[in-house]
Protein backbone atom coordinates (compact mmCIF):
# COMPACT_ATOMS: atom_id res chain seq x y z
CA UNK A 1 0.00 0.00 0.00
CA UNK A 2 1.55 3.39 -0.73
CA UNK A 3 0.60 6.63 1.13
CA UNK A 4 -2.08 7.48 -1.15
CA UNK A 5 -4.16 4.54 -0.60
CA UNK A 6 -3.18 4.35 3.09
CA UNK A 7 -4.70 7.68 3.77
CA UNK A 8 -7.81 6.25 1.48
CA UNK A 9 -8.21 4.19 4.05
CA UNK A 10 -7.84 4.73 7.42
CA UNK A 11 -8.55 8.54 7.18
CA UNK A 12 -11.52 8.54 4.45
CA UNK A 13 -12.56 4.54 4.83
CA UNK A 14 -12.19 3.47 1.21
CA UNK A 15 -10.87 1.03 -0.11
CA UNK A 16 -10.45 2.02 -3.94
CA UNK A 17 -10.07 5.44 -5.45
CA UNK A 18 -12.60 6.16 -7.95
CA UNK A 19 -12.03 6.80 -11.93
CA UNK A 20 -8.94 8.99 -12.48
CA UNK A 21 -8.95 10.31 -8.54
CA UNK A 22 -5.55 8.36 -8.40
CA UNK A 23 -4.41 10.23 -11.59
CA UNK A 24 -5.38 13.77 -10.53
CA UNK A 25 -4.34 13.73 -6.90
CA UNK A 26 -0.69 12.45 -8.22
CA UNK A 27 -0.88 15.51 -10.96
CA UNK A 28 -1.61 17.67 -7.91
CA UNK A 29 0.90 16.59 -5.56
CA UNK A 30 3.71 16.44 -8.44
CA UNK A 31 3.04 20.64 -8.36
CA UNK A 32 0.88 20.50 -11.83
CA UNK A 33 -2.18 22.53 -12.46
CA UNK A 34 -4.99 20.44 -12.89
CA UNK A 35 -8.24 20.49 -14.75
CA UNK A 36 -10.78 17.62 -13.76
CA UNK A 37 -14.35 17.06 -15.73
CA UNK A 38 -15.84 14.32 -12.98
CA UNK A 39 -19.57 13.55 -13.11
CA UNK A 40 -22.01 14.62 -10.13
CA UNK A 41 -21.20 11.79 -7.64
CA UNK A 42 -17.42 11.02 -9.14
CA UNK A 43 -15.73 12.12 -5.96
CA UNK A 44 -14.37 15.42 -6.70
CA UNK A 45 -13.75 16.77 -2.92
CA UNK A 46 -11.41 13.70 -2.26
CA UNK A 47 -9.50 14.96 -5.15
CA UNK A 48 -7.83 18.48 -3.54
CA UNK A 49 -9.05 17.07 0.17
CA UNK A 50 -6.58 13.74 0.16
CA UNK A 51 -3.68 16.08 -1.26
CA UNK A 52 -4.13 18.29 1.27
CA UNK A 53 -2.94 16.08 4.11
CA UNK A 54 -0.23 14.98 2.58
CA UNK A 55 1.95 17.71 2.25
CA UNK A 56 2.51 20.40 4.76
CA UNK A 57 0.50 24.01 4.80
CA UNK A 58 -3.00 25.27 3.84
CA UNK A 59 -5.34 24.17 1.02
CA UNK A 60 -7.54 26.52 -0.41
CA UNK A 61 -11.06 25.65 -1.94
CA UNK A 62 -12.85 28.18 -3.21
CA UNK A 63 -16.53 27.29 -3.88
CA UNK A 64 -19.64 29.40 -4.28
CA UNK A 65 -21.76 27.50 -2.67
CA UNK A 66 -22.12 29.04 0.90
CA UNK A 67 -24.36 26.01 1.53
CA UNK A 68 -22.04 23.56 0.84
CA UNK A 69 -19.28 24.86 2.82
CA UNK A 70 -20.10 23.76 6.69
CA UNK A 71 -21.35 20.72 5.31
CA UNK A 72 -18.33 19.75 3.39
CA UNK A 73 -16.38 20.84 6.57
CA UNK A 74 -18.91 18.82 8.91
CA UNK A 75 -18.05 15.79 6.93
CA UNK A 76 -14.41 16.25 6.77
CA UNK A 77 -14.46 17.08 10.67
CA UNK A 78 -16.48 14.31 11.23
CA UNK A 79 -13.59 12.23 10.05
CA UNK A 80 -10.91 13.67 11.92
CA UNK A 81 -9.87 16.39 8.96
CA UNK A 82 -8.73 20.23 10.46
CA UNK A 83 -11.00 22.01 8.43
CA UNK A 84 -12.37 25.44 8.58
CA UNK A 85 -14.76 27.81 6.33
CA UNK A 86 -14.92 31.45 6.29
CA UNK A 87 -18.18 33.43 4.54
CA UNK A 88 -20.87 35.63 5.62
CA UNK A 89 -23.12 33.07 8.07
CA UNK A 90 -20.38 33.41 10.50
CA UNK A 91 -20.38 35.94 13.60
CA UNK A 92 -17.90 38.35 13.58
CA UNK A 93 -16.03 36.50 17.31
CA UNK A 94 -16.24 33.43 15.33
CA UNK A 95 -14.89 34.36 12.13
CA UNK A 96 -11.93 35.91 14.27
CA UNK A 97 -11.19 33.04 16.13
CA UNK A 98 -10.87 30.88 12.76
CA UNK A 99 -8.62 33.46 11.82
CA UNK A 100 -6.12 33.17 14.71
CA UNK A 101 -6.06 29.48 13.85
CA UNK A 102 -4.73 30.35 10.19
CA UNK A 103 -2.45 32.64 11.78
CA UNK A 104 -1.14 29.57 14.09
CA UNK A 105 -1.25 27.09 11.02
CA UNK A 106 -3.82 24.96 12.30
CA UNK A 107 -5.88 24.26 9.37
CA UNK A 108 -5.52 21.66 6.62
CA UNK A 109 -8.16 23.03 4.41
CA UNK A 110 -9.83 26.44 3.92
CA UNK A 111 -13.34 26.91 2.44
CA UNK A 112 -14.07 30.35 0.73
CA UNK A 113 -16.27 31.60 -1.19
CA UNK A 114 -14.45 33.84 -4.26
CA UNK A 115 -15.19 37.03 -3.49
CA UNK A 116 -13.51 37.10 -0.26
CA UNK A 117 -10.51 36.01 -1.78
CA UNK A 118 -10.21 39.73 -3.63
CA UNK A 119 -10.75 41.81 -0.50
CA UNK A 120 -6.93 43.25 0.17
CA UNK A 121 -6.39 42.18 3.94
CA UNK A 122 -6.88 38.89 2.12
CA UNK A 123 -4.22 38.96 0.12
CA UNK A 124 -1.89 40.21 2.73
CA UNK A 125 -3.17 36.79 4.86
CA UNK A 126 -2.73 34.51 1.96
CA UNK A 127 0.82 35.08 1.84
CA UNK A 128 1.88 34.61 5.24
CA UNK A 129 -0.69 31.08 5.45
CA UNK A 130 1.58 28.94 4.00
CA UNK A 131 -0.64 28.45 0.96
CA UNK A 132 0.36 25.16 -0.79
CA UNK A 133 -2.66 24.15 -3.23
CA UNK A 134 -5.89 25.92 -4.16
CA UNK A 135 -9.11 24.29 -5.14
CA UNK A 136 -11.46 25.79 -7.80
CA UNK A 137 -15.10 23.71 -7.26
CA UNK A 138 -17.39 24.39 -9.61
CA UNK A 139 -15.09 26.38 -12.16
CA UNK A 140 -17.65 26.44 -14.58
CA UNK A 141 -18.95 29.76 -12.94
CA UNK A 142 -15.73 31.03 -14.25
CA UNK A 143 -17.54 31.37 -17.97
CA UNK A 144 -20.65 32.96 -19.44
CA UNK A 145 -21.12 30.01 -21.57
CA UNK A 146 -22.19 28.13 -18.35
CA UNK A 147 -24.97 27.79 -16.82
CA UNK A 148 -24.14 29.39 -13.71
CA UNK A 149 -21.90 32.15 -13.98
CA UNK A 150 -20.46 34.22 -11.46
CA UNK A 151 -18.40 37.78 -12.32
CA UNK A 152 -16.55 37.04 -8.77
CA UNK A 153 -14.78 33.84 -10.59
CA UNK A 154 -13.13 36.18 -13.27
CA UNK A 155 -11.15 37.56 -10.11
CA UNK A 156 -9.82 34.47 -9.27
CA UNK A 157 -7.13 34.30 -11.71
CA UNK A 158 -5.23 37.69 -10.27
CA UNK A 159 -4.05 34.29 -7.31
CA UNK A 160 -1.95 33.27 -9.92
CA UNK A 161 0.35 36.46 -9.57
CA UNK A 162 -0.13 36.93 -5.43
CA UNK A 163 0.74 33.35 -5.28
CA UNK A 164 2.89 32.20 -7.58
CA UNK A 165 4.02 28.80 -8.39
CA UNK A 166 1.11 27.20 -6.39
CA UNK A 167 -0.73 24.76 -8.11
CA UNK A 168 -4.57 25.18 -8.83
CA UNK A 169 -6.98 22.54 -9.39
CA UNK A 170 -10.30 23.22 -11.69
CA UNK A 171 -12.59 21.15 -10.92
CA UNK A 172 -16.43 20.70 -12.06
CA UNK A 173 -19.00 18.39 -12.96
CA UNK A 174 -20.72 20.22 -16.42
CA UNK A 175 -18.31 21.53 -19.57
CA UNK A 176 -18.84 21.50 -22.63
CA UNK A 177 -15.85 22.42 -25.26
CA UNK A 178 -16.41 25.96 -24.75
CA UNK A 179 -17.22 25.96 -21.40
CA UNK A 180 -13.89 23.92 -20.83
CA UNK A 181 -11.95 25.91 -22.51
CA UNK A 182 -12.87 28.97 -20.76
CA UNK A 183 -12.02 27.09 -17.57
CA UNK A 184 -8.54 26.80 -18.51
CA UNK A 185 -8.70 30.65 -20.23
CA UNK A 186 -9.97 32.59 -17.53
CA UNK A 187 -8.20 31.01 -14.29
CA UNK A 188 -4.62 30.94 -16.38
CA UNK A 189 -3.96 27.25 -15.83
CA UNK A 190 -0.40 26.54 -16.86
CA UNK A 191 -0.06 23.37 -19.14
CA UNK A 192 -2.66 21.68 -16.76
CA UNK A 193 -2.68 17.56 -16.56
CA UNK A 194 -6.72 17.47 -18.20
CA UNK A 195 -8.83 15.00 -16.78
CA UNK A 196 -11.81 13.69 -18.11
CA UNK A 197 -13.86 11.24 -16.87
CA UNK A 198 -16.96 9.55 -18.74
CA UNK A 199 -20.88 11.05 -17.53
CA UNK A 200 -21.84 7.29 -17.70
CA UNK A 201 -23.75 7.22 -14.19
CA UNK A 202 -23.60 3.10 -14.42
CA UNK A 203 -25.67 2.59 -10.85
CA UNK A 204 -28.60 5.09 -12.38
CA UNK A 205 -31.30 3.75 -14.40
CA UNK A 206 -33.89 5.32 -16.26
CA UNK A 207 -37.19 5.18 -17.89
CA UNK A 208 -39.55 7.51 -19.59
CA UNK A 209 -43.39 7.01 -19.09
CA UNK A 210 -46.00 8.53 -21.28
CA UNK A 211 -47.86 11.17 -18.98
CA UNK A 212 -51.67 10.04 -17.95
CA UNK A 213 -52.98 11.05 -14.42
CA UNK A 214 -49.33 11.85 -12.97
CA UNK A 215 -50.60 12.10 -9.44
CA UNK A 216 -51.15 8.95 -9.48
CA UNK A 217 -48.15 7.52 -11.65
CA UNK A 218 -46.21 9.18 -8.87
CA UNK A 219 -48.03 7.75 -5.87
CA UNK A 220 -47.61 4.49 -7.40
CA UNK A 221 -44.09 4.74 -8.02
CA UNK A 222 -43.28 5.94 -4.43
CA UNK A 223 -45.27 3.48 -2.43
CA UNK A 224 -43.31 1.22 -3.57
CA UNK A 225 -39.81 3.01 -1.94
CA UNK A 226 -41.16 4.14 1.36
CA UNK A 227 -37.86 4.27 3.00
CA UNK A 228 -36.10 5.79 0.27
CA UNK A 229 -35.06 9.58 -0.42
CA UNK A 230 -36.49 11.60 -3.54
CA UNK A 231 -36.89 14.71 -5.28
CA UNK A 232 -39.82 15.36 -7.67
CA UNK A 233 -39.21 17.94 -10.11
CA UNK A 234 -41.85 20.01 -11.64
CA UNK A 235 -42.00 22.89 -13.96
CA UNK A 236 -44.25 24.90 -11.70
CA UNK A 237 -44.17 26.13 -7.82
CA UNK A 238 -47.82 25.84 -8.49
CA UNK A 239 -47.20 22.15 -9.55
CA UNK A 240 -44.55 21.40 -7.05
CA UNK A 241 -47.09 22.35 -4.36
CA UNK A 242 -49.83 20.64 -5.46
CA UNK A 243 -47.66 17.42 -5.73
CA UNK A 244 -46.54 17.68 -2.52
CA UNK A 245 -50.24 18.01 -1.19
CA UNK A 246 -51.06 15.60 -2.72
CA UNK A 247 -48.51 12.85 -1.65
CA UNK A 248 -48.68 14.89 2.47
CA UNK A 249 -52.36 13.94 2.25
CA UNK A 250 -51.67 10.27 1.84
CA UNK A 251 -49.58 10.00 4.44
CA UNK A 252 -46.13 10.16 2.60
CA UNK A 253 -43.28 11.98 4.04
CA UNK A 254 -43.00 14.70 1.37
CA UNK A 255 -42.56 18.89 1.28
CA UNK A 256 -42.38 21.59 -1.44
CA UNK A 257 -39.18 23.48 -2.06
CA UNK A 258 -39.09 26.40 -4.63
CA UNK A 259 -38.44 30.14 -4.86
CA UNK A 260 -41.58 31.31 -3.71
CA UNK A 261 -41.15 30.09 -0.76
CA UNK A 262 -39.71 32.43 2.20
CA UNK A 263 -36.33 31.87 3.00
CA UNK A 264 -36.99 30.30 6.47
CA UNK A 265 -39.33 28.13 5.33
CA UNK A 266 -36.85 27.04 2.29
CA UNK A 267 -34.46 26.01 4.46
CA UNK A 268 -36.41 24.01 7.13
CA UNK A 269 -37.09 21.96 3.96
CA UNK A 270 -34.17 21.54 2.47
CA UNK A 271 -32.96 20.76 6.30
CA UNK A 272 -35.36 18.42 6.94
CA UNK A 273 -34.79 16.18 3.56
CA UNK A 274 -30.83 16.60 4.19
CA UNK A 275 -31.34 14.82 7.49
CA UNK A 276 -33.66 12.84 6.52
CA UNK A 277 -37.06 13.94 8.17
CA UNK A 278 -38.68 14.60 5.32
CA UNK A 279 -38.29 11.90 2.82
CA UNK A 280 -39.77 13.48 -0.40
CA UNK A 281 -38.88 16.80 -1.88
CA UNK A 282 -41.08 18.19 -4.39
CA UNK A 283 -38.90 21.14 -6.35
CA UNK A 284 -38.68 23.58 -9.11
CA UNK A 285 -35.11 23.37 -10.69
CA UNK A 286 -34.51 25.90 -7.93
CA UNK A 287 -33.65 22.75 -5.51
CA UNK A 288 -30.54 21.08 -6.49
CA UNK A 289 -27.27 23.47 -6.81
CA UNK A 290 -26.08 22.54 -2.96
CA UNK A 291 -27.39 19.64 -2.67
CA UNK A 292 -25.43 16.90 -1.86
CA UNK A 293 -26.96 14.74 -0.14
CA UNK A 294 -25.58 11.22 -1.31
CA UNK A 295 -28.73 8.58 -0.70
CA UNK A 296 -31.51 10.07 -3.00
CA UNK A 297 -32.54 6.81 -3.99
CA UNK A 298 -34.84 8.54 -6.71
CA UNK A 299 -35.63 11.60 -9.11
CA UNK A 300 -38.85 12.16 -10.71
CA UNK A 301 -39.82 14.91 -14.00
CA UNK A 302 -43.72 15.37 -13.52
CA UNK A 303 -42.89 17.80 -16.52
CA UNK A 304 -40.48 17.62 -19.54
CA UNK A 305 -36.85 19.41 -18.85
CA UNK A 306 -36.17 22.19 -20.91
CA UNK A 307 -33.00 20.49 -22.46
CA UNK A 308 -30.53 17.58 -21.44
CA UNK A 309 -27.87 19.09 -19.84
CA UNK A 310 -30.49 20.18 -17.15
CA UNK A 311 -31.87 16.65 -16.72
CA UNK A 312 -28.71 15.14 -16.83
CA UNK A 313 -27.59 17.21 -14.11
CA UNK A 314 -31.19 16.54 -12.28
CA UNK A 315 -31.28 13.08 -12.45
CA UNK A 316 -27.42 13.29 -11.83
CA UNK A 317 -28.65 14.35 -7.98
CA UNK A 318 -29.50 10.53 -7.59
CA UNK A 319 -27.17 7.93 -6.37
CA UNK A 320 -24.35 9.97 -5.78
CA UNK A 321 -22.78 7.29 -2.77
CA UNK A 322 -22.28 5.18 -6.14
CA UNK A 323 -25.56 2.97 -4.94
CA UNK A 324 -28.35 2.15 -7.53
CA UNK A 325 -30.88 5.10 -8.52
CA UNK A 326 -33.74 5.49 -10.28
CA UNK A 327 -34.89 8.00 -13.19
CA UNK A 328 -38.43 8.24 -14.56
CA UNK A 329 -39.61 10.93 -16.45
CA UNK A 330 -43.06 11.21 -17.27
CA UNK A 331 -43.78 12.86 -20.64
CA UNK A 332 -46.66 14.29 -22.61
CA UNK A 333 -46.87 15.69 -26.28
CA UNK A 334 -49.36 18.41 -24.40
CA UNK A 335 -46.28 19.21 -22.13
CA UNK A 336 -43.97 19.60 -25.67
CA UNK A 337 -46.99 21.95 -27.05
CA UNK A 338 -47.15 23.98 -23.85
CA UNK A 339 -43.39 24.68 -23.82
CA UNK A 340 -43.00 25.07 -27.82
CA UNK A 341 -45.84 28.07 -27.25
CA UNK A 342 -43.79 29.70 -24.69
CA UNK A 343 -40.94 29.57 -26.62
CA UNK A 344 -42.89 30.75 -29.64
CA UNK A 345 -43.05 34.38 -27.78
CA UNK A 346 -39.08 34.79 -26.77
CA UNK A 347 -39.06 38.02 -28.40
CA UNK A 348 -34.89 37.76 -29.11
CA UNK A 349 -34.13 35.36 -32.24
CA UNK A 350 -31.37 33.45 -31.04
CA UNK A 351 -32.46 32.62 -28.14
CA UNK A 352 -35.39 31.22 -29.75
CA UNK A 353 -33.71 29.36 -31.89
CA UNK A 354 -31.38 27.66 -29.35
CA UNK A 355 -34.26 26.91 -26.64
CA UNK A 356 -35.81 25.31 -29.89
CA UNK A 357 -33.52 23.26 -30.61
CA UNK A 358 -33.18 21.97 -26.73
CA UNK A 359 -36.40 21.20 -26.73
CA UNK A 360 -36.05 18.94 -30.05
CA UNK A 361 -33.61 16.98 -28.55
CA UNK A 362 -35.52 16.97 -24.93
CA UNK A 363 -38.25 15.10 -27.35
CA UNK A 364 -35.93 13.17 -29.21
CA UNK A 365 -34.58 11.74 -25.53
CA UNK A 366 -38.05 11.25 -24.33
CA UNK A 367 -39.52 9.37 -27.72
CA UNK A 368 -36.54 7.62 -29.22
CA UNK A 369 -36.70 4.06 -29.15
CA UNK A 370 -33.25 4.03 -28.18
CA UNK A 371 -30.81 3.52 -25.15
CA UNK A 372 -31.50 6.42 -22.83
CA UNK A 373 -28.02 6.11 -21.45
CA UNK A 374 -26.37 6.27 -24.92
CA UNK A 375 -28.68 9.55 -25.92
CA UNK A 376 -27.57 11.08 -22.87
CA UNK A 377 -23.87 10.30 -23.92
CA UNK A 378 -23.96 11.18 -27.05
CA UNK A 379 -25.06 14.73 -25.72
CA UNK A 380 -21.78 15.10 -23.79
CA UNK A 381 -20.01 13.68 -27.04
CA UNK A 382 -19.35 10.21 -25.68
CA UNK A 383 -20.39 7.15 -27.12
CA UNK A 384 -21.49 4.06 -25.07
CA UNK A 385 -19.65 0.95 -26.07
CA UNK A 386 -22.48 -1.39 -25.40
CA UNK A 387 -25.72 -1.71 -27.53
CA UNK A 388 -27.73 -2.81 -24.62
CA UNK A 389 -27.10 -0.57 -21.20
CA UNK A 390 -29.46 -3.26 -19.14
CA UNK A 391 -30.35 -0.41 -17.06
CA UNK A 392 -32.74 1.37 -19.24
CA UNK A 393 -36.12 0.68 -20.03
CA UNK A 394 -35.88 0.89 -23.85
CA UNK A 395 -33.10 -2.06 -23.19
CA UNK A 396 -34.86 -4.16 -21.22
CA UNK A 397 -37.99 -3.78 -22.62
CA UNK A 398 -37.22 -3.13 -26.24
CA UNK A 399 -40.57 -0.72 -27.60
CA UNK A 400 -42.76 -2.34 -29.91
CA UNK A 401 -42.61 -1.52 -33.42
CA UNK A 402 -45.15 -1.52 -36.54
CA UNK A 403 -45.34 -1.60 -40.28
CA UNK A 404 -45.41 2.10 -40.67
CA UNK A 405 -45.32 2.79 -44.40
CA UNK A 406 -48.70 3.91 -45.32
CA UNK A 407 -48.70 5.91 -42.54
CA UNK A 408 -45.23 7.54 -43.29
CA UNK A 409 -46.01 7.78 -46.75
CA UNK A 410 -49.44 9.36 -46.13
CA UNK A 411 -47.80 12.24 -43.99
CA UNK A 412 -44.46 12.58 -46.37
CA UNK A 413 -46.62 13.21 -49.20
CA UNK A 414 -48.52 15.65 -47.48
CA UNK A 415 -45.72 17.89 -46.86
CA UNK A 416 -45.19 17.06 -50.98
CA UNK A 417 -48.31 17.99 -52.22
CA UNK A 418 -48.46 21.25 -49.92
CA UNK A 419 -45.00 22.64 -51.25
CA UNK A 420 -45.99 21.03 -54.86
CA UNK A 421 -49.00 23.51 -54.97
CA UNK A 422 -47.67 26.66 -54.48
CA UNK A 423 -45.90 28.98 -52.05
CA UNK A 424 -44.54 28.51 -48.99
CA UNK A 425 -43.61 25.83 -46.50
CA UNK A 426 -46.15 24.72 -43.32
CA UNK A 427 -45.60 23.72 -40.19
CA UNK A 428 -46.84 20.50 -38.33
CA UNK A 429 -49.88 21.60 -37.02
CA UNK A 430 -51.19 22.28 -40.65
CA UNK A 431 -49.99 19.45 -42.21
CA UNK A 432 -51.92 17.42 -39.22
CA UNK A 433 -54.58 19.65 -40.36
CA UNK A 434 -54.50 18.76 -43.42
CA UNK A 435 -54.52 15.12 -42.97
CA UNK A 436 -57.45 14.67 -40.52
CA UNK A 437 -59.86 16.87 -42.83
CA UNK A 438 -59.80 19.49 -40.55
CA UNK A 439 -62.12 22.57 -41.48
CA UNK A 440 -59.84 26.08 -40.39
CA UNK A 441 -59.38 29.15 -42.03
CA UNK A 442 -55.82 28.80 -43.11
CA UNK A 443 -57.24 25.99 -44.84
CA UNK A 444 -59.71 27.71 -46.95
CA UNK A 445 -57.40 30.58 -47.47
CA UNK A 446 -55.14 28.37 -49.06
CA UNK A 447 -57.45 25.84 -51.10
CA UNK A 448 -55.99 23.32 -49.54
CA UNK A 449 -59.51 20.80 -49.05
CA UNK A 450 -58.74 20.45 -52.47
CA UNK A 451 -55.40 18.62 -52.05
CA UNK A 452 -54.98 14.88 -52.62
CA UNK A 453 -54.00 14.33 -49.12
CA UNK A 454 -57.02 16.21 -47.67
CA UNK A 455 -58.38 14.10 -45.08
CA UNK A 456 -56.48 11.08 -45.82
CA UNK A 457 -55.21 10.52 -42.59
CA UNK A 458 -58.62 10.34 -40.60
CA UNK A 459 -57.61 7.26 -38.67
CA UNK A 460 -55.49 8.64 -36.25
CA UNK A 461 -56.12 10.98 -34.25
CA UNK A 462 -54.01 14.32 -34.10
CA UNK A 463 -51.43 13.35 -31.56
CA UNK A 464 -51.07 10.02 -32.92
CA UNK A 465 -50.21 11.95 -36.13
CA UNK A 466 -47.27 14.48 -34.32
CA UNK A 467 -45.85 11.52 -33.01
CA UNK A 468 -45.23 10.26 -36.13
CA UNK A 469 -44.29 13.40 -37.39
CA UNK A 470 -41.45 13.61 -34.87
CA UNK A 471 -40.34 10.07 -35.42
CA UNK A 472 -40.06 11.23 -39.06
CA UNK A 473 -37.83 13.35 -38.07
CA UNK A 474 -36.01 11.56 -35.93
CA UNK A 475 -35.31 8.81 -39.06
CA UNK A 476 -34.56 11.93 -41.07
CA UNK A 477 -37.24 11.53 -43.53
CA UNK A 478 -38.67 15.33 -42.39
CA UNK A 479 -36.57 18.14 -41.49
CA UNK A 480 -37.79 21.08 -39.62
CA UNK A 481 -36.29 24.60 -40.57
CA UNK A 482 -34.36 26.42 -37.62
CA UNK A 483 -35.58 29.74 -38.96
CA UNK A 484 -38.58 31.90 -37.31
CA UNK A 485 -41.48 29.38 -38.55
CA UNK A 486 -40.91 25.79 -37.81
CA UNK A 487 -41.59 24.71 -41.50
CA UNK A 488 -41.47 21.09 -42.57
CA UNK A 489 -39.66 19.95 -45.27
CA UNK A 490 -38.97 16.24 -46.96
CA UNK A 491 -35.69 15.17 -47.01
CA UNK A 492 -33.08 14.02 -49.89
CA UNK A 493 -33.73 10.58 -47.90
CA UNK A 494 -37.51 11.29 -47.36
CA UNK A 495 -38.42 11.57 -51.42
CA UNK A 496 -36.08 8.40 -52.21
CA UNK A 497 -37.85 6.20 -49.72
CA UNK A 498 -41.37 7.58 -50.80
CA UNK A 499 -40.79 7.33 -54.22
CA UNK A 500 -39.24 3.79 -54.11
CA UNK A 501 -42.14 2.91 -51.85
CA UNK A 502 -39.99 1.27 -49.30
CA UNK A 503 -41.09 -0.39 -46.12
CA UNK A 504 -40.58 2.38 -43.06
CA UNK A 505 -40.63 0.63 -39.96
CA UNK A 506 -42.07 2.75 -36.89
CA UNK A 507 -42.33 2.77 -32.76
CA UNK A 508 -45.35 2.26 -31.63
CA UNK A 509 -45.96 5.55 -29.36
CA UNK A 510 -45.13 5.33 -25.23
CA UNK A 511 -47.02 2.41 -23.82
CA UNK A 512 -49.38 3.28 -20.60
CA UNK A 513 -47.54 1.98 -16.92
CA UNK A 514 -47.87 -1.88 -16.71
CA UNK A 515 -48.48 -2.08 -13.12
CA UNK A 516 -45.81 -4.31 -11.87
CA UNK A 517 -43.23 -4.49 -8.63
CA UNK A 518 -40.21 -3.29 -9.28
CA UNK A 519 -38.00 -6.04 -8.07
CA UNK A 520 -35.08 -5.24 -5.83
CA UNK A 521 -32.62 -3.28 -7.92
CA UNK A 522 -29.57 -4.90 -9.26
CA UNK A 523 -26.33 -2.87 -7.50
CA UNK A 524 -28.00 -2.74 -4.59
CA UNK A 525 -26.02 -4.50 -1.76
CA UNK A 526 -27.53 -7.29 -0.90
CA UNK A 527 -27.82 -7.29 3.26
CA UNK A 528 -30.56 -8.07 5.72
CA UNK A 529 -33.10 -5.28 5.00
CA UNK A 530 -34.26 -5.36 8.90
CA UNK A 531 -31.35 -4.80 10.34
CA UNK A 532 -30.13 -2.04 7.96
CA UNK A 533 -34.00 -0.13 8.90
CA UNK A 534 -32.45 -0.66 12.17
CA UNK A 535 -29.06 0.77 12.06
CA UNK A 536 -30.51 3.64 9.92
CA UNK A 537 -32.46 4.59 13.11
CA UNK A 538 -29.37 3.80 14.87
CA UNK A 539 -27.66 6.86 12.80
CA UNK A 540 -30.55 8.85 12.92
CA UNK A 541 -29.98 9.18 16.85
CA UNK A 542 -26.83 10.03 16.30
CA UNK A 543 -26.62 12.34 13.58
CA UNK A 544 -29.42 14.43 15.31
CA UNK A 545 -27.76 14.44 18.44
CA UNK A 546 -24.86 15.97 16.85
CA UNK A 547 -27.19 18.45 14.64
CA UNK A 548 -25.97 17.16 11.25
CA UNK A 549 -27.40 15.13 8.16
CA UNK A 550 -27.49 11.21 8.86
CA UNK A 551 -24.90 10.90 6.07
CA UNK A 552 -22.35 12.82 7.87
CA UNK A 553 -22.09 9.88 10.59
CA UNK A 554 -22.06 7.22 7.88
CA UNK A 555 -23.31 6.54 4.40
CA UNK A 556 -26.23 4.07 3.22
CA UNK A 557 -23.43 1.60 1.58
CA UNK A 558 -21.94 1.51 5.22
CA UNK A 559 -24.86 0.70 6.66
CA UNK A 560 -25.84 -2.14 4.02
CA UNK A 561 -21.98 -3.43 4.19
CA UNK A 562 -22.82 -3.99 7.90
CA UNK A 563 -25.93 -5.23 7.39
CA UNK A 564 -24.31 -8.41 5.67
CA UNK A 565 -20.99 -8.89 7.56
CA UNK A 566 -22.79 -8.52 11.36
CA UNK A 567 -19.89 -6.94 12.90
CA UNK A 568 -19.65 -7.05 16.81
CA UNK A 569 -16.67 -6.08 17.85
CA UNK A 570 -14.36 -3.15 16.83
CA UNK A 571 -11.91 -5.52 14.79
CA UNK A 572 -14.71 -6.90 12.73
CA UNK A 573 -15.66 -3.14 11.37
CA UNK A 574 -12.13 -3.78 9.10
CA UNK A 575 -12.75 -3.43 5.66
CA UNK A 576 -16.57 -2.03 5.62
CA UNK A 577 -16.50 1.21 3.19
CA UNK A 578 -16.83 4.28 5.18
CA UNK A 579 -15.30 3.24 8.19
CA UNK A 580 -11.58 5.06 8.58
CA UNK A 581 -10.14 5.82 11.58
CA UNK A 582 -11.91 8.42 13.44
CA UNK A 583 -15.31 7.31 12.46
CA UNK A 584 -14.48 3.96 14.03
CA UNK A 585 -13.01 5.57 17.71
CA UNK A 586 -16.13 7.78 17.26
CA UNK A 587 -19.22 5.48 16.28
CA UNK A 588 -18.20 2.21 16.08
CA UNK A 589 -19.30 0.57 19.53
CA UNK A 590 -22.54 2.57 18.85
CA UNK A 591 -22.90 0.37 15.66
CA UNK A 592 -21.45 -2.80 16.93
CA UNK A 593 -23.31 -3.11 19.69
CA UNK A 594 -26.65 -2.38 17.95
CA UNK A 595 -25.77 -5.57 15.63
CA UNK A 596 -24.76 -7.41 19.08
CA UNK A 597 -28.55 -6.64 20.35
CA UNK A 598 -29.87 -6.97 17.19
CA UNK A 599 -28.78 -10.86 16.64
CA UNK A 600 -29.60 -12.21 20.35
CA UNK A 601 -33.62 -11.68 18.79
CA UNK A 602 -33.36 -12.12 15.14
CA UNK A 603 -31.30 -15.00 12.69
CA UNK A 604 -28.36 -14.04 11.06
CA UNK A 605 -28.85 -14.21 7.60
CA UNK A 606 -26.35 -16.02 5.12
CA UNK A 607 -25.50 -13.73 1.99
CA UNK A 608 -22.86 -15.03 -1.03
P1 LIG B 1 -18.89 15.19 -6.51
O1 LIG B 1 -18.51 16.48 -5.82
O2 LIG B 1 -17.95 14.81 -7.59
O3 LIG B 1 -20.32 15.16 -6.93
P2 LIG B 1 -18.40 14.08 -3.93
O4 LIG B 1 -17.03 14.55 -3.75
O5 LIG B 1 -19.50 14.77 -3.19
O6 LIG B 1 -18.75 14.02 -5.47
O7 LIG B 1 -18.45 12.51 -3.62
C1 LIG B 1 -19.65 11.79 -3.75
C2 LIG B 1 -19.69 10.69 -2.70
O8 LIG B 1 -18.74 9.67 -2.99
C3 LIG B 1 -19.37 11.19 -1.30
O9 LIG B 1 -20.26 10.60 -0.40
C4 LIG B 1 -17.92 10.72 -1.11
O10 LIG B 1 -17.62 10.55 0.25
C5 LIG B 1 -17.91 9.41 -1.87
N1 LIG B 1 -16.58 9.01 -2.36
C6 LIG B 1 -15.64 9.81 -2.92
N2 LIG B 1 -14.54 9.07 -3.27
C7 LIG B 1 -14.81 7.79 -2.95
C8 LIG B 1 -14.08 6.55 -3.06
N3 LIG B 1 -12.86 6.51 -3.59
N4 LIG B 1 -14.68 5.42 -2.62
C9 LIG B 1 -15.93 5.46 -2.08
N5 LIG B 1 -16.66 6.58 -1.93
C10 LIG B 1 -16.12 7.74 -2.36
ZN1 LIG C 1 -30.05 1.43 -22.28
Request: charged share 25%; glycine share 8%.
Amino acid sequence: MDDLQLTLKTTFGYNEFRPLQREIIESTLAGRDVFALLPTGGGKSLCFQLPALLQPGLTVVVSPLIALMKDQVDQLQAVGVAATFLNSTLTADESRSRLRGLHRGEWRLLYVAPERLMLDNWQENLKNWNVTAIAIDEAHCVSEWGHDFRPEYRQISKLRELLPGIPLMALTATATERVRADIIKHLKLRDPGIYVASFNRPNLTYRVLSKDQPQKQIIDFVRKREDESGIIYCASRAGAERIAEALAGRGFSARAYHAGLDVVERSRNQEAFLRDNTKIICATIAFGMGINKPNVRWVIHHDLPKNIEGYYQETGRAGRDGLPGDCLLLFSGGDAAKQTHFIDEITNEHEKSVARAQLRQMMHYAESSGCRRSELLEYFAETFPLDNCGACDNCNEPRETYDGTIVAQKFLSCIYRIRQAGQHGVGMNHIIEVLTGADTEKISRWNHQRLTTYGIGKELARPAWAAVGRELMRLGYVAQADSEFPVLEVTEEGRRVLVARERITLTKPLALPKAKRVARREGDIECDEILFARLREVRKRLADERGVPAYIVFGDTTLREMARAYPTRLAELEGITGVGEKKRAEFGDTFTRAIDDFLKSNPRMKFD
